[in-house]
T-cell receptor, first 113, second 116 residues
Framework: DQQVKQNSPSLSVQEGRISILNCDYT??????FLWYKKYPAEGPTFLIS?????DKNEDGRFTVFLNKSAKHLSLHIVPSQPGDSAVYFC????????????FGQGTILTVHP | GAVVSQHPSWVICKSGTSVKIECRSL??????MFWYRQFPKKSLMLMAT?????????EQGVEKDKFLINHASLTLSTLTVTSAHPEDSSFYIC????????????FGSGTRLTVV
């Protein structure tokens, strides 16, 4: 049962444009969401997070939007840079997960110069 | 910031042998560490939660006798893949919680295990 889903396995964007990565979840008990960036053969690095009491959180070029009613969140990267090319995972915490992260499948972002 | 060191970064072993992977919190104490496994083009799947001084908690479907976890100190957790088989080949990642506003998860750099 995939409680966190990233339905787009890959996304290709031109440098300078906006990258939008999407994530859906099914567990209504999730109350905290995180985005991680991962390069091949490396561990994930934290990007940005959002609590369920908010609908938007912004940090520099990265903005995360949360739509609780739709159980959907998205990560916006503006402007996209070639160095942003990586795999992006969304993750969720809450309910009976006791602080354990539940990850989506990841989306491969490629930013072309 | 908090750093989690994972070693080795890659290892090749023969079928039937055991492999130990170490996860160290370098500048903080971690009472809880997490072990994940990532299959190619797949999500990170939580294998077990490692608790200092007590038994690890394994996720459903993970063989505890196959994947031995020891968390003997506040800065070290180890995962031993026993009697490794080719299907155990995967990317293993540890994580420790440091607290903080983002729940303070810091990940190790991962270990690529190849069983031949």
């Amino acid at each position: 049962d995939q409680q966190v889903k990233q339905n787009s396995p890959s996304l290709s964007v031109q440098e300078g444009r906006i990258s939008i990565l999407n994530c859906d979840y099914t567990n209504s008990m999730f109350d905290y969401f995180l985005w991680y960036k991962k390069y091949p053969a490396e561990g994930p690095t934290f990007l940005i997070s959002i609590s369920s009491i908010k609908d938007k959180n912004e940090d520099g070029r990265f903005t995360v939007f949360l739509n609780k009613s739709a159980k959907h969140l998205s990560l916006h990267i503006v402007p996209s840079q070639p160095g942003d090319s990586a795999v992006y995972f969304c993750a969720a915490i809450g309910g009976t997960s006791y602080g354990k992260l539940t990850f989506g499948q990841g989306t491969i972002l490629t930013v072309h110069p | 910031g908090a750093v989690v060191s994972q070693h080795p970064s890659w290892v090749i072993c023969k079928s039937g042998t055991s492999v130990k992977i170490e996860c160290r919190s370098l500048d903080f104490q971690a009472t809880t560490m997490f072990w994940y496994r990532q299959f190619p083009k797949k999500s990170l799947m939580l294998m077990a939660t490692s608790n200092e001084g007590s038994k690890a908690t394994y996720e459903q479907g993970v063989e505890k006798d196959k994947f031995l976890i020891n968390h003997a100190s506040l800065t070290l957790s180890t995962l031993t893949v026993t009697s490794a088989h080719p299907e155990d080949s995967s990317f293993y990642i540890c994580s420790a919680r440091t607290g903080g506003s983002n729940y303070g998860y810091t990940f190790g750099s991962g270990t690529r295990l190849t069983v031949v």
